[in-house]
């Protein structure tokens, strides 16, 4: 079982930055890798963003590329989504995932621990 905390959303105007954390414990290191998804009211979950443990290659959806960063923490398990420039179209919740076997990294099918969520709001 892993398990996955996710932290740092909140209120934040257009054009504003905030910095999400998700923290995965539990079974070995957490699984291969982290992915950051989002959800809208009324809308599909969306990627946004992931990152394998074992190699340092960020992979982005297109609602983040330019925009947001994602990095690891290998000490710390922790995987962090740096997120600037944001939209009021940004508002949702954001969920980190956690994949146990090399996979697609832009499918959510693919993941097979989720955090609870947190969310983000951005003003206009």
């Known amino acids: 079982q892993v398990r996955l905390v996710e932290s740092g959303g909140g209120l934040v105007q257009a054009g504003g930055s905030l910095s999400l954390s998700c923290e995965a414990s539990?079974?070995?290191?957490?699984?291969?890798?982290i992915g950051w998804f989002r959800q809208a009211p009324g809308k599909e979950r969306e990627f946004v963003s992931a990152i394998r443990w074992s190699y340092d290659i960020p992979v982005y959806g297109d609602p983040a590329k330019g925009r947001f960063t994602i990095a690891r923490d290998l000490a710390k398990l922790t995987v962090y989504l740096q997120m600037n420039r944001l939209k009021p179209e940004d508002t949702a919740v954001y969920y980190c995932?956690?994949?146990?076997?090399?996979?697609?990294?832009?499918?959510?099918?693919?993941?097979?621990?989720w955090g609870q969520g947190t969310q983000v709001t951005v003003s206009s």
């Open positions: 995932a956690a994949q146990q076997r090399e996979s697609d990294l832009r499918s959510a099918d693919e993941y097979d621990y």
């Open positions: 539990g079974r070995t290191f957490g699984g291969d890798a």
